[in-house]
């Protein structure tokens, strides 16, 4: 701004000049403001090298800044890596493996014994319901239709075929678990 206002008042005393008729004067502040717009052009080229300057340290400081943060995240990993030891890792899977293994067949174990727990014989639930209405002077056989014992037979018929097939798989349940308690 200051250089373009005194190449304004230069201009104003050349034309003042050139009006006097002097002209070697006039000559000499022409010069001045060649001289003044290089000054300007190199100022402008001086700004642009020094703001490619101060882009290029910014880029650096922000390299360098990665290089830093790359530089730890590689030693937290290293630190990590020394931290986990895969074989004790996958030691330590295998027994936890077992572990919940064992779980499952003991769970399953206690479960099939709280079923035996729960099954009613029905021969038994047939004398008390017998009992309970002898003594309420009623008869079952002559009150209660044949399809209803029909279906009481047949369900003591089925019940009896099924202790096998609960043995069987109590036995397969239990030769599991010994095998587990073996590794």
Do not use: H, W
């Not at 230069?10 to 002209?23: H, M, N, P």
């Not at 790359?70 to 027994?95: F, G, H, V």
């Not at 047949?154 to 009896?160: D, L, S």
Request: aromatic content about 2%; glycine content about 4%.
């Amino acid at each position: 701004r200051n250089i373009t206002r005194e190449e304004n008042k230069v201009k104003r005393e050349i034309l003042l000049s050139a009006r006097r008729g002097d002209i070697y004067n006039a000559r000499l502040l022409a010069k001045e403001i060649v001289r003044s717009k290089k000054a300007k052009e190199r100022m402008s080229i001086s700004k642009a090298q020094i703001n490619s300057v101060q882009m290029q340290l910014q880029q650096n400081l922000a390299t360098y800044k990665m290089a830093g943060c790359i530089k730890k995240s590689t030693d937290i990993m290293a630190i990590m890596n020394n931290m986990m030891r895969l074989p004790e890792l996958q030691k330590t899977m295998m027994t936890m493996a077992k572990e919940m293994e064992k779980a499952g067949l003991i769970e399953e174990i206690v479960e099939e014994t709280m079923d035996i727990g729960d099954d009613i014989d029905e021969d038994e639930v047939n004398e008390e319901v017998e009992k309970v209405l002898t003594e309420l002077d009623l008869d079952l056989k002559e009150k209660t239709p044949a399809a209803i014992k029909g279906t009481v037979t047949t369900g003591v018929a089925t019940r009896e075929a099924e202790p096998d097939v609960e043995e069987d798989a109590d036995a397969e349940l239990f030769a599991r678990y010994e095998k587990m308690k073996e590794t």
